[in-house]
């Protein structure tokens, strides 16, 4: 059974720092991996999609990179901004359903 | 112009009512699902429908029923709703290479 971890739970930095965000996954048999953002009492916003065969994807900001074999994958931001606050999810296919699973993921605080 | 557009954003109840909740997506995706949202935050798979195929996570209660009258639409029927069922339901779709957009989600509060 899939499972995924995110660290840290929750994070609270200064504006303009860079920071990493962390996400392990115990079945290493993935297609992609993809981390969305979920503003409070909002939808989540995909931000990032990593296929297998890729490193790493970046989006402005964003980085995220993608190792099968340890069943890791960061998510890199770069200049944090106070409008990056938010919940960021890692999420995985392999949930029961054939869905994702995903982590409890990271509560950003940018602080202005 | 909405990719994954779920109906109503919000839904008050009370016990014992059935309710549904529609979702459309107009991505052209081929499959579609039914997410759970705990008051945790914690994000848990219900349905995922492929083609008439539908596959059920063997947590949720039968009282639940996902229906698809064509490939851009899947519902939740809900019958005999329950306290415990108070939750946030987020439809998605996904296909492969692109990977899942996720609806802005219904909050049912059961009364």
């Known amino acids: 059974k899939q499972e995924v971890t995110q660290i840290p739970a929750a994070l609270s930095v200064p504006e303009g720092e860079n920071l990493v965000l962390n996400c392990s996954f115990t079945d290493s048999a993935i297609y992609n991996l993809q981390w969305f953002r979920q503003d409070p009492g909002k939808g989540l916003t995909s931000l990032l999609l990593i296929q297998s065969s890729q490193r ?57 | 112009d909405t990719a994954v557009s779920q109906t109503p954003k919000y839904l008050v109840t009370q016990m014992g009512n059935d309710k549904s909740i529609k979702c459309e997506q107009n991505l052209g995706h081929d499959t579609m699902y039914w997410y759970k949202q705990d008051s945790k935050k914690f994000l848990k798979i219900m349905f995922s429908y492929n083609n008439k195929e539908l596959i059920i996570n063997e947590t949720v209660p039968n009282r639940f029923s996902p229906k698809s009258p064509d490939k851009a639409h899947l519902n939740l029927h809900i019958n005999s709703l329950e306290l415990g069922d108070s939750a946030v339901y987020f439809c998605a779709s996904s296909q492969t290479t692109t990977g899942y957009t996720f609806g802005s989600g219904t909050r049912l509060t059961v009364v």
Do not use: M, W
């Open chain 1, 56 to 112: 790493e994807q970046t989006s402005g900001r964003l980085n995220a990179s993608l190792d099968k074999s340890s069943g890791r994958s960061t998510l890199y931001i770069a200049a944090s901004q106070p409008g990056d606050s938010a919940t960021y999810l890692c999420a995985v296919p392999g949930g029961g359903a054939d869905g994702l699973t995903f982590g409890k993921g990271t509560h950003l605080i940018i602080q202005p």
